[in-house]
């Protein structure tokens, strides 16, 4: 994958970080987008479970019925959680009209809609990973109707 923006951000400073994404944003907001958006390992566990993962509302609500095997592996757990919710980050920005990616001064990407609110979409995916609820498809649904 070339995503320009990377490549440029290394040259000025060094090797990227979670605060790389701040500036990038600015400069290639698709790339951020593009970045944020690949979820390797939820992508690789909807796979093994027979479910693709096209972007849509339908795939979060597939989500939302996968067996939860990743809790038996507390490695494994926060790092689901959080492609969980770059996911529904992923979905919101794609499919609702005005929001888009914003990185707080920390590094951590959360989706700020045409209203001005932001959504934590890695806390929600956190606690998805974490317990089930709340469901991402009742999180874009929420988000959706704002």
Known sequence: MNISFLGNWRKRRGPAS????????????????????????LRARAASAGIGLDDS???????DQMAPRWRDDPDELPWLG???GLYLGTVIVRTVPGAVWQVW?????VVMLASGREVDVVEAGQQWAADGAPELSRCYAEVAEA
């Open 105 to 109: 001064p920390n590094g951590r990407p």
């Open 57 to 63: 509302t339908a795939s979060l609500e597939a989500l």
């Open 18 to 41: 979670g605060t790389a994404l701040m500036g990038a944003q600015e400069e290639d907001p698709q790339g951020v987008a593009q970045l944020l958006s690949e979820c390797e390992l």
């Open 82 to 84: 959080n492609d969980a």
